[in-house]
């Protein structure tokens, strides 16, 4: 993201740069040029993923050892993380845009989370080793890929899903599309819900041009096609609120930059369930998982059935 930021002082630099013709300015010019295509290079290499080699050897000497593998969609297999083995309880997290499995390994390696449910981490749709840097827009399709991923895993009594921010949407989705399956409780982390407050930013469609698009590592060309379409994909959930009733915990910081804390007030109106927690963090930005981990973990071992 630093890199990111550094292109975009530069890339309108060049803008300005092409009014003025002096010496000093064309050598600057040359200077920033360099600059973006080094810079470029570098961000190509960020795949924003963490091999299974590397994972496992993270889990050495650890009592639970994890799984891995591929679901049994072949249009759109996701490759997930499996650890613990509960067949009354599931609990699956779905990571944010641009992200992979390894955003939520430190509940994966949590043995008092293991000991009381099946717990699933997957990379989602052009994330990962999941058609890496081939992104599925479509949230609703993506939330049937993550629930022909738990149906390959048997029958449970009681399903948790945690999503953050793009992962929130597609909890929900999930949800809403899938009735019958056993969700006992959606935990929200910062989820991007509102179409009303979903910013589009004045580089994303640029970025998406394709001068711009191979210089990009795949994991953001998703991540940008994504915020692209996430406005007009949550407007089609629009008429699907009244219909979701699975109770629902909400962490959201008043200082996220990136996913503003009014998504709350847009959940508090259109959930018309019976059981929504709200939890304010005042001073909180965007990256809960990590920021808030023993919050989130609490809140988790709150719910989850001891064994």
Same mark, same amino acid.
């Given at each position: ?15 300005? @740069? +092409? ?10 010019? @040359? ?12 961000t190509s290499c960020m795949k924003m ?23 049994? %969609? ?45 717990? @699933? ?12 840097? #081939? ?5 609703? #399709?993506?939330? #049937? ?26 909890? +929900? ?8 399956? &056993?969700?006992?409780?959606? @935990? ?13 930013? =004045? ?9 711009? #698009? =191979? ?8 991540? %940008? ?15 699907? =609120? ?11 910081g008043k200082k996220d930059s990136l ?13 018309q369930g019976d059981w929504l927690e ?10 809960? &998982? ?18």
């Amino acid at each position: 993201m630093i890199y990111s930021s550094l292109f975009m002082k530069n890339y309108i630099g060049f803008f300005t @740069i +092409c009014k003025k013709s002096s010496v000093r300015n064309v050598s600057s010019f @040359i200077f920033n040029v360099l600059f973006i295509v080094i810079s470029l290079i570098f961000t190509s290499c960020m795949k924003m993923r963490t091999s299974e080699t590397k994972i496992l050897k993270d889990f050495k000497g650890q009592l639970a050892q994890p799984v891995f593998g591929i679901s049994s %969609n072949r249009e759109h297999p996701l490759h997930y993380m499996k650890i613990g083995n509960s067949p009354q309880n599931l609990l699956v997290f779905i990571h944010g845009a641009p992200g992979s499995l390894d955003a939520f390994l430190s509940y994966m390696k949590e043995e008092a989370l293991s000991n009381r449910a099946t717990l @699933i981490t997957l990379d989602r749709e052009g994330y990962g080793f999941s058609g890496y840097g #081939k992104a599925e827009p479509s949230i609703g #399709k993506q939330a #049937k890929g993550v629930k022909e991923l738990i149906m390959d895993h048997g029958n449970y009594d009681r399903i948790f899903l945690v999503g953050h921010s793009y992962g929130g949407p597609i909890a +929900c989705k999930l949800a809403m599309d899938f009735p019958d399956l &056993p969700i006992e409780r959606l @935990i929200l982390l910062a989820p991007a819900l509102d179409p009303a407050h979903e910013k589009v930013f =004045w580089f994303n469609k640029p970025m998406d041009w394709t001068p711009f #698009k =191979w210089m990009l590592p795949g994991s953001f060309k998703v991540a %940008n096609l994504e915020k692209i379409h996430h406005r007009s994909e949550l407007e089609l959930m629009t008429n699907q =609120w009244g219909s979701l009733r699975v109770p629902i915990t909400v962490i959201h910081g008043k200082k996220d930059s990136l996913v503003p804390f009014e998504n709350v007030a847009f959940l508090e109106e259109v959930y018309q369930g019976d059981w929504l927690e709200v939890i304010s963090l005042e001073n909180e930005n965007h990256f809960i &998982p990590w920021t808030q981990y023993d919050l989130v973990k609490e809140i988790l071992m709150k719910y989850l059935p001891n064994p």
